[in-house]
């Protein structure tokens, strides 16, 4: 009888915290507010007066950070809104407020001597972006502090973790130059998998104690949601170029592979926000068929960030 119980109370539980999960209906991702206005209260203005239920945005403005009052009135300007603050976990930014110059001072994407030991070399696809062994305890102290300012200090309502897939990255081995899945990490003893799962609850946990209810939305790495204690922990999960990588298709096989993670999380009753960054009516068109067809909630966008972009509720 006492199993029975606890079985019920256990399904209770989670029925109960699938009910709790806000699902937009639509989505704003700004990463460079200064291109929507020539100001700070403008662009404030406008994201409070737009359309969108949840709006990602970058934790600055201008090189300043969002102060608590934009950021509430932001959120009050619709019913139900929640504002993200973004936040790369997986790489080192040269523009953020924790990089010293020293780091790399001839900028030639190589950390110099003295840079600290999370450091890798620079991301050859995005300037100024880093590389980092994101298991290393300074990185992840100096990434805690930020958010601790996010969540305590600025009051956004949760964290959009980005360069969840750096996994990958050290799943790459250089001797065979082959990808190793669940390859080992000699510095820690688990996969790089399993690190990436780990610091992400370190961070949910972290900002947690400042708002049990902080949404925490990763973005892509869906590979880590087979595991059910990852699935559990996250809010949703952000996912770009599944069906075009530009204006180009994605390949039926990559995108076939990526679906296989995807769609048992989207029976979870948790969203998935897909963003698309196609210019052409085309891929728009594809976009808006498998999000409707998925339940996804879509966005497409530029590619920069710098606007609000479209996103509109996708009746199924």
Known sequence: MFKIFAILITLCCASLSLAQTPFPQTLGYILQPEGLAATRDQVVKLLARSDRDWIILDTQFDGDPWPPEAIKTVRDGKPGRKVLAYISIGEAEDYREYWEKKWDANKDGTPDDGAPGFL???????????????????????ILKRVATIMQTQKFD?????????????EHDPKTDKWFDHRRNEQTGNTYREDMIRWVQIIARNARRFNPDALIIPQNGEQLLEDKAYTALVSGIGIEDLFSDGNQKQSDDDTAYRLSFIKPFIATGKPVLLVNYATHPRYHRLAKSKARELGMRLLIT???????????????
């Not at 620079?122 to 972006?129: C, R």
């Not at 530029?302 to 199924?316: H, P, V």
């Open 302 to 316: 530029d590619r920069q960030l710098k606007t609000l972009g479209i996103s509109r509720t996708l009746q199924n």
């Open 158 to 170: 949760g964290l959009y973790l980005d360069i969840i897939d750096a996994f990958s990255f050290f």
């Open 120 to 142: 890798c070399a620079v991301n050859p696809d995005w300037e100024g972006n880093y590389k980092v062994r994101y298991w290393h305890r300074d990185w992840q102290a100096m």
